[in-house]
C-alpha cells in the first residue's frame, strides 16, 4: 500500500472480486482489485462486455459478488440485504445510459420521487428539488414531462436527480453513450463540477479520447480485472 493511500480513505474498495452472471460460462470479473479514493474522480474503460456496468452493479449493491469483498465508504456491502441495500442508495447515487425517466411525471416530479422514496421530508423536497434543476441549467424544464426533453436534457434531469440526494458517491455507468460530443462533454463537466465540490465519482465510458482530454485518472478493465491504469493529463 503507498503511502498516499495509507493517508486517505476509500471510498470504493474492491479486493479479489468474482462475479459471473446467471447462465455464462466464464466469470465477467475474476480476482478484481479496484480502490477509489474520497474525493477522487475515476474513469472505468474497456470493450463491451469486460465488465464495467457490472463493477457499477457491484458497487451500487444491485448485484453481488460470487467471491471477494466489497466495502464503501468503509462498510462492507459483500453480502448486504433489502434494508442496507436502501441506505446505501442514499450515500450512493447510480446515474445509468438510459436516464429511467418516469415518462408520466414531470421533471420535478421525477427528481421528487427519488427524495420521497429516501425519507426527505415535502418541503426539503422542493428546496432540492429547485437546487438541483439549477445546478444543470434546467430551471425552466420542471413541469415538463419526459418526452419534451431532449436526450442531453434527459440525461442532465439524470444528474439532478442523483445531486437531489447529497450523494457521498455518484456511479455512472456510460452516462454519455446515447449522446453527441457536445452533450458528452457537458455532462462530464456537470459530474466534474460535483466532484470539486466534495463528491467521489466513479463512470465508466467507451469514450477514451473524452477522458484523456479531461484527465482524468482511468482504469482499463480487460480479462475480468484492472489491467491498466494511466494518469491522463488535461488537453484543456
Do not use: W
Not at 454519455?176 to 459530474?191: K, Q
Amino acid at each position: 500500500m503507498s503511502t498516499q493511500h495509507s493517508r486517505t480513505r476509500a471510498a470504493i474498495l474492491l479486493e479479489g472480486v468474482r462475479r459471473t452472471h446467471p447462465g455464462a460460462g466464464q466469470p465477467t470479473l475474476d480476482g478484481l482489485d479496484l480502490r477509489v479514493d474520497d474525493g477522487e474522480f475515476v474513469a472505468l474503460t474497456g470493450e463491451s462486455g469486460s465488465g464495467k456496468s457490472t463493477i457499477i452493479g457491484l458497487c451500487s449493491g444491485r448485484q453481488q459478488a460470487d467471491a471477494g469483498n466489497i466495502r464503501i465508504l468503509g462498510r462492507d456491502i459483500t453480502r448486504i440485504g433489502a434494508n442496507r441495500r436502501a441506505e446505501l442508495r442514499r450515500r450512493v447515487a447510480t446515474i445509468f445510459q438510459e436516464y429511467e425517466l418516469l415518462p408520466d411525471r414531470t421533471i420535478g416530479e421525477n427528481i421528487a420521487f427519488t427524495l420521497e422514496i429516501n425519507g426527505i421530508p415535502g418541503e426539503e423536497r422542493r428546496r432540492r428539488v429547485d437546487e438541483a434543476l439549477e445546478l444543470v441549467g434546467l430551471p425552466s424544464r420542471r413541469e415538463a414531462l419526459p418526452e419534451q426533453l431532449s436526450g442531453g436534457e434527459q440525461q442532465r434531469v439524470a444528474v439532478a436527480r442523483a445531486v437531489a440526494l447529497r450523494p457521498s458517491i455518484i456511479l455512472a455507468d456510460e452516462p454519455t453513450g446515447n449522446l453527441d460530443e457536445e452533450n458528452g462533454e457537458l455532462i462530464f463537466d456537470l459530474l466534474s463540477t460535483l466532484n470539486q465540490a466534495g463528491t467521489t465519482v466513479l463512470v465508466t465510458s467507451h469514450d477514451v479520447n473524452l477522458v484523456t482530454r479531461l484527465g482524468l485518472r482511468t482504469l482499463r478493465i480487460h480479462d475480468g480485472r484492472v489491467r491498466t491504469y494511466r494518469r491522463h493529463q488535461a488537453g484543456r
